[in-house]
């Protein structure tokens, strides 16, 4: 993937694809979820997944709300895989079995995330170790597909230690472990006090080698620094909201605003040379991780078009 990406700036490498906006949970923090929608029908689904095929995409993620409400989920999993392209799937973990993780081993699932933000369930969150550490159990001793396994510091977190906890978990259990660094409501900066840092730190050390170990851009959000990087989103990185429409980010959802099917190669280059307003505090690291193969070459020279002012968020 990472070979194919410095050969040619021509392709997406990267696309999140949303398959249903609703999720089982309700965490104080997230924007990226309702109560009510419905599931999006597997033909419309299976044409996203042809249509950035066709643009060469190496990579899509599904994530939500949550996917595992998705009724005939794993057979988009399996249509990904019938497209050559790697499939990934971030869940909070709650809806799986061993039932559900052998059908997604059937499916062909490459990588699984799961984002755990304590060790017991609060106000907050409820996505805690005490209450998945059954999930995680069935994932080590039946899942064929790679599972990373993310703890977070920031954002409203009681406890930061307890991303320590879960890190050691992960590792005991022989999945890899990283730590994500919770944004504002708009995707942007939210420093870390002194103690979020040290545990920040700790968990960094912790980690195992991996493409998501590129991510010093993290240490300048851990200070409370802006990071000056050239945001490809749009062109090396998609999100493709449940309306079939194309957008820089999950926190940045409203421009190109374009639907996939009418997205164009016109439209890949035009947003590889555009500059974003938001990216200097910018702390959606699967972004900064794309855009980092692009990050010594192409300097960017347009503006957003819709906007002199920055990006339009879609509350």
Not at 7 to 16: C, G, K, M, N, Q
Not at 51 to 64: D, K, P, Q
Not at 239 to 262: A, F, K, M, N, T
């Amino acid at each position: 993937m990472i070979a194919r990406g410095l050969l040619s700036t021509r392709h997406p490498i990267l696309a999140h694809l949303i398959p249903i906006r609703r999720c089982n949970l309700s965490c104080a923090y997230c924007n990226e979820y309702d109560t009510h929608s419905l599931a999006i029908p597997l033909p419309k689904l299976k044409a996203r997944v042809d249509r950035l095929a066709g643009f060469g995409i190496s990579v899509i993620t599904l994530s939500g709300g949550e996917p595992l409400l998705h009724p005939e989920l794993e057979q988009l999993i399996a249509h990904i895989r019938r497209r050559g392209v790697i499939a990934g799937l971030i869940t909070n973990g709650f809806l799986l079995n061993r039932k559900r993780i052998e059908r997604l081993n059937r499916a062909g699932l490459d990588h699984l995330q799961i984002s755990i933000d304590n060790v017991e369930p609060d106000e907050v969150s409820k996505k805690s170790l005490k209450t998945l550490d059954v999930r995680l159990q069935m994932l080590a001793e039946y899942a064929d597909f790679h599972v990373n396994i993310n703890s977070v510091v920031g954002g409203g977190i009681k406890n930061p230690e307890d991303a320590l906890a879960i890190g050691r978990r992960a590792l005991e259990l022989g999945f890899t472990s990283t730590v994500g660094i919770i944004h504002d409501g708009n995707g942007q900066l939210r420093p870390l006090n002194q103690r979020e840092r040290r545990v920040y730190r700790a968990m960094k050390a912790m980690e195992k080698t991996s493409y998501s170990r590129f991510n010093r851009f993290q240490e300048a959000i851990a200070d409370g620094r802006p990071n000056q990087w050239r945001c490809r989103a749009g062109a090396r990185y998609l999100y493709i909201c449940e309306d079939g429409l194309v957008h820089y980010c999950s926190q940045q959802r409203g421009y190109p605003g374009i639907r996939l099917e009418e997205y164009t190669w016109e439209d890949l280059r035009r947003e590889f040379y555009t500059e974003k307003t938001c990216a200097p505090t910018c702390t959606v690291s699967c972004v900064h991780q794309v855009s980092l193969i692009d990050a010594w070459r192409a300097p960017q020279t347009l503006r957003p078009e819709h906007s002199p002012d920055g990006l339009v968020q879609i509350e």
